[in-house]
């Protein structure tokens, strides 16, 4: 007999009626679930050289090069089968492909994404020697747990601009032979005090103040000796003097590299999968899909702090961008944008049963499971939320159905417990239907963050059949 001959009436009811989640790794072949894991080695690699949002512009820049993009500038003619990347200020970049459809009737098919992360950024004035130490004083990026970056390795990532304009690129802590960076923490037996306060109040951000040197310099005239050997090493390796840090962007990013995860190998840990795990798979998605549709990629900065800036998505450049695209291809703006389609790709909260009571588990994202839609996001009553119709949801929904994506969908947490946001919203204002995809991240926003590698995968497969 048959299996299907012995299920029950109600079984086969249930079956047909019923939703469940999926399990991607239990649903792949052998093929993909090889897929999935040499996906992964690529994307570990991209992110061992992509810790700031400038090295996450180089590499795209780099990739797109290496496949045959060449570079936009505005006013530049277009034409079918045109592969261009335009560079923002060397901190976002947009990849684009031109198709071979009506932009005024198909519009265009985007992949927003962003590639800064929560960091340690090296204030402006920042140099000093107190007690036998020289340290740099710091005011960190975007939303983050203090105390969970201190007494790990750090390493420092950058650039300078020297009082001649001449720019020098920083890079320091992530090999073997290089020295890293600290931030020291108090030790337990001292710890009293500290440890009787609420856990935001820990570690004070006055007090996150990295640990760069300790040897003085060998004149007993000289003051602040441990600071002036610092200083003489910044000027013979990179030209510096300490008037140059006023024109730095520094960061203390962890010194970490992107490692597997458990006895079989699962998991990815690393710093910045929020949200670079969704930026690799849009780039090599588009680089990789030869789409009728004119499809863009935008990986921006400064999403973290509220997509502000000339680099933020809140900039006017980007919709420049479209305008002078469309433009180029003889067809009517508004028209475009209100037949186009944008899967803003942001993280998501995993379900993490160690913190269960945060979570409502019917609509929370599980890891392995694919890739998660959030039709909305936002706090408490939706507040601040780019809410999808169900319209557009169902024709994503469609895309993936027919293209055999694993997929979920979750809410960022219970109603009232907290809540995010992405780079939806400012995308949405533009008359573009636009819905949040990404990939669920326990610990996120902490200097190692974790992923699955199904999720991944997924991520990119939704990405591939979205933009076909």
């Keep these: 007999m048959a299996k299907d001959e012995k299920k029950t009436e109600g079984q086969k009811l249930q079956e047909k009626l019923s939703y469940k989640r999926k399990n991607y790794f239990e649903e792949a072949s052998k093929e993909e679930r090889d897929a999935i894991f040499s996906y992964a080695e690529g994307y570990k690699r991209f992110l061992d050289v992509s810790k700031t949002e400038r090295e996450a512009c180089e590499y795209a820049v780099r990739a797109a090069k290496e496949n045959g993009f060449t570079e936009y500038f505005f006013g530049d003619k277009l034409k079918k089968g045109d592969k261009k990347y335009f560079v923002n200020r060397g901190k976002s970049v947009v990849l684009f492909r031109v198709g071979s459809k009506n932009p005024e009737q198909d519009g265009f098919r985007i992949i927003a994404s962003h590639i800064d992360a929560p960091r340690i950024d090296i204030k402006q004035n920042p140099l000093y ?20 970056w201190t007494a790990i390795p750090l390493a420092l990532h950058g650039t300078v601009i020297l009082s001649d304009g001449s720019k020098k690129e920083i890079r320091i802590g992530d090999e073997e032979n290089e020295p890293v960076f600290y931030i020291n923490d108090l030790l337990p037996h001292l710890g009293a005090d500290q440890m009787s306060k609420n856990a935001g109040r820990f570690i004070d951000a006055e007090q996150l103040n990295v640990v760069v040197g300790g040897l003085p310099y060998p004149d007993k005239e000289t003051s602040n000796k441990i600071k002036l050997t610092a200083l003489k ?23 970490f590299s992107a490692r597997d995860v458990g006895l079989d190998r699962a998991f990815i840990g690393a710093y910045g999968h929020d949200d670079r795990v969704c930026a ?12 009728e549709h004119t499809v863009l990629a935008m990986l921006v900065d400064k999403e973290e702090i509220g997509s502000e800036g000339t680099t933020g998505i809140q900039c006017k450049v980007y919709e420049d961008l479209m305008e002078e695209i469309a433009l180029a291809l003889g067809a009517n703006y508004r028209k475009v944008r209100a037949a186009s389609k944008c899967l803003s790709s942001d993280v998501t909260a995993a379900y993490d049963s160690n913190f269960s009571e945060v979570f409502e588990k019917m609509n929370a994202a599980y890891v392995s499971c694919g890739t998660c839609m959030s039709k909305f996001t936002g706090a408490r009553g939706k507040s601040g939320s780019n809410d999808a119709s169900a319209e557009f949801v ?53 200097p190692y963050e974790l992923i699955s590698k199904a999720d991944l995968y997924s991520n990119y497969k939704a990405f591939l059949a979205f933009l076909k």
């Design 394 to 446: 169902g024709e994503i929904r469609k895309i993936f159905a027919d293209e055999g994506v694993v997929w979920q969908t979750a809410e960022l947490g219970k109603v009232d417990v907290g809540g995010g946001g992405t780079v939806a919203k400012f995308v949405a204002k533009l008359n573009i239907d636009t819905v949040d995809l990404g990939v669920p991240v326990l610990s996120m926003h902490a």
């Design 129 to 148: 020697e107190d007690s036998g130490v020289c340290f740099l004083k710091t005011h960190y990026y975007g939303g983050i747990k203090k105390y969970q």
């Design 233 to 255: 090493i910044l000027n013979e390796k990179y030209g510096m003097c300490e008037e140059d840090f006023l024109s730095s962007e520094l960061s203390a990013v962890p010194a």
């Design 280 to 291: 690799y798979p849009a780039l090599t998605a588009l680089i990789e899909q030869d789409s």
